[in-house]
């Protein structure tokens, strides 16, 4: 299995051919990541161009304007595609895989003071979707509602754990870890600019691989440098290409 299979494993395929699997989420139709085609082999022109009419169709229904496009695992764009692409305004980026044994991770523990980290559970819920939802206004009040809806009849019934870094009452970083096929996932890692530098993201990454054996994640390209330091090694990476009306989201 590739890596970028494996990282898909836990998601509900709406449609599958042989060249690629649709994962489309209408409850959340304005969150790209709950809405794309992920290829198994890089398409033609031709096909590529079908693919798109075809999600266009697909998405007709949606508030937003957008295509998001997964493509095949450690391949590049042909010369023609990388130039419909750019013609049709996508934006294209890099996603970068990382991987190793927990053991093999350089996190350290460090006296964070006041900050403790807590696992969510009901105690915590309303106060974290209330910053989840703060946080996601910028890509507009739709998208906004659909998280906390979602968020709210999930987040803790989902399958992952998220663990959150709190300064007395306030969350200032959170994390998610999901399990599955003898990996752990950490995934939506965020601490507070005002509190980066203090310890704070290795706890709660050490928090999220507690108790497994292999952490696996996906990071972009300015990203690299932190990672490799912490001890993660890149072992494949896959491009994006995004169409949108509100390429931020």
């Known amino acids: 299995m590739k890596y970028k299979d494996l990282l898909e494993s836990g998601e509900v395929v709406y449609l599958e051919n042989a060249r690629f699997k649709h994962f489309k989420n209408p409850v959340t139709s304005?969150?790209?990541?709950?809405?794309?085609?992920?290829?198994?082999?890089?398409?033609?022109?031709?096909?590529?161009?079908?693919?798109?009419?075809?999600?266009?169709?697909?998405?007709?229904?949606?508030?937003?304007?957008?295509?998001?496009?997964f493509f095949a695992e450690n391949q590049d764009f042909s010369r023609d595609i990388a130039s419909y692409l750019d013609s049709q305004g996508f934006i294209c980026s890099k996603h970068l895989i990382f991987t190793n044994l927990v053991e093999h991770l350089h996190l350290q523990t460090r006296d964070l003071g006041r900050i403790r980290i807590v696992h969510l559970d009901e105690v915590y819920l309303e106060a974290y979707l209330q910053v989840e939802y703060r946080s996601h206004l910028k890509y507009g009040k739709k998208y906004a509602d659909q998280m906390l809806t979602d968020n709210r009849a999930h987040c803790l019934s989902n399958g992952s754990k998220i663990y959150?870094?709190?300064?007395?009452?306030?969350?200032?970083?959170?994390v998610a870890a999901w399990l599955f096929e003898g990996y752990v996932e950490v995934d939506n890692y965020h601490v507070d600019p005002s509190y980066q530098g203090?310890?704070?993201?290795?706890?709660?990454?050490?928090?999220?691989?507690?108790?497994?054996?292999?952490?696996?994640?996906?990071?972009?390209?300015?990203?690299?440098?932190?990672?490799?330091?912490?001890?993660y090694k890149e072992v494949a990476w896959y491009w994006t290409a995004l169409r949108s009306d509100n390429p931020n989201r």
């Open 164 to 174: 959150l870094a709190m300064d007395g009452e306030n969350i200032i970083g959170s």
């Open 198 to 231: 203090r310890g704070i993201g290795s706890a709660l990454q050490l928090a999220a691989h507690e108790g497994q054996n292999k952490v696996i994640l996906i990071a972009e390209e300015e990203n690299r440098a932190m990672y490799q330091h912490q001890g």
């Open 30 to 69: 304005e969150r790209y990541f709950s809405n794309y085609i992920s290829y198994k082999t890089m398409p033609s022109l031709t096909e590529l161009e079908d693919d798109l009419s075809y999600l266009a169709h697909e998405q007709e229904r949606y508030s937003s304007d957008f295509s998001f496009l």
